[in-house]
């Protein structure tokens, strides 16, 4: 097949580019605003492309022209400070990314969503696909996935006749993400060890995450690629992950505080610019369900091969060890690049990202 990757040196991006490739038989071509060097660029038409801008039109037009598949992976998490920038990037990239399917007529597109697209949850029961996706109303990226899945329905009801894929993982995680999210989540002045030096964490006992493997998620794709299944599908490991399990796993003692003071600290930690996750995080985690993964597990033959508090267990250790891979986004954290960066080009919440 000829298959066509936005986002595809992220997280998700460069494992499922790996393990496409892995099986020799595809054409497959990457976008990306920094293609990637080196072994990460062998077997794979690079092409750049920033899909926060209309200029990208021309480039999805040719890259899209005669693709069997668009696994459209493309989203933004940083700077938390530039919601007009991420909006662009998330949502006017989901509309230029079907403009550009509907032009060239792409037979199938797989969407990359979110259990962020959800609703918030009215218990704590698991829930299906048939879950409303309208977001939590105070987290951005919950709000800009949900306006996604908007773009997504009026595709389909306009009779474009793509078969359209929409997968909703829970967060999405593995060690070699660990100095992405140092990057994105921790303040350039603390150094990856300090995440073992941590003696207390402050959250409410709540918090319930669904998490799943980054590379659970990239086996969901090629299932779906060969069965050529359509509509919702959500992934998740079977196992959550609470407050007690993240405390558990830093190495830390739960001190349980209620949400509204955590989330008012966070929120002042924010807007000073001393830590760049903005409280929209919080608010799903309290806010969002559980997922039933009971449609992947029947009509795609998946399953997730490591549990939730596993996946964050590795996530922990990747951050622990600035774990690193072979692409721009994956690239290696130091606390010295990260202070380097922050004096050439602003904190990475408020900075345009190379």
């Known amino acids: ?14 494992a ?30 690079w092409r750049p492309a920033d899909l926060s801008t209309g200029a990208c039109h021309e480039t999805l037009i040719e890259a899209f022209d005669g693709a069997d598949a668009v696994v459209h992976l493309a989203w933004g998490f940083q700077p938390s400070h530039n919601l007009a920038y991420l909006a662009e990037l998330g949502i006017g990239g989901t509309r230029r990314v079907l403009r550009a399917v509907t032009v060239t007529g792409v037979p199938h597109l797989v969407h990359m969503s979110s259990v962020g697209a959800y609703a918030p949850k009215k218990d704590d029961r698991p829930v299906d696909e048939s879950w409303p996706t309208r977001g939590v109303p105070s987290s951005r990226y919950s709000r800009h996935k949900a306006a996604a899945e908007r773009l997504l329905d009026s595709h389909e009801a306009s009779g474009a006749g793509t078969l359209v894929t929409r997968l909703r993982p829970g967060i999405v995680g593995r060690r070699a993400a660990g100095s992405s999210l140092l990057r994105y989540g921790v303040p350039a002045l603390v150094p990856a060890r300090a995440l073992g030096l941590l003696p207390v964490l ?101 399953a997730p091969t490591k549990d939730g508090p596993e996946v964050l267990a590795e996530v922990i250790e990747g951050m622990r060890e600035a774990a690193s891979d072979g692409t721009p986004v994956l690239r290696p954290r130091t606390v010295t690049g990260a202070l380097g960066d922050a004096v050439r080009r602003g904190p990475v919440a408020v900075r345009r990202l190379p």
């Open 1 to 14: 097949m000829r298959i066509v990757v936005t986002g595809a040196t992220g997280n998700i991006g460069s």
């Open 16 to 45: 499922l580019v790996r393990r496409l490739r892995a099986e020799g038989t595809h054409d497959l071509v990457g976008l990306a605003r920094r293609p990637p060097s080196g072994p990460e660029s062998r077997g794979v038409d």
């Open 202 to 302: 402050p959250m409410d006992r709540r918090l319930t995450i669904p998490m799943v493997h980054t590379d659970d998620v990239a086996e969901a794709i090629v299932a779906v690629l060969r069965r050529r299944a359509g509509g919702p599908f959500n992934l998740a490991a079977d196992t959550p992950v609470t407050a007690a399990v993240i405390a558990d796993t830093l190495g830390a003692r739960l001190v349980h505080v209620p949400s509204a003071v955590v989330r008012a600290a966070m929120s002042a930690a924010w807007h000073a610019h001393l830590q760049q996750v903005d409280t929209g995080w919080l608010d799903m985690g309290l806010a969002l369900p559980t997922l039933d993964t009971t449609r992947a597990r029947a009509e795609l033959g998946w």
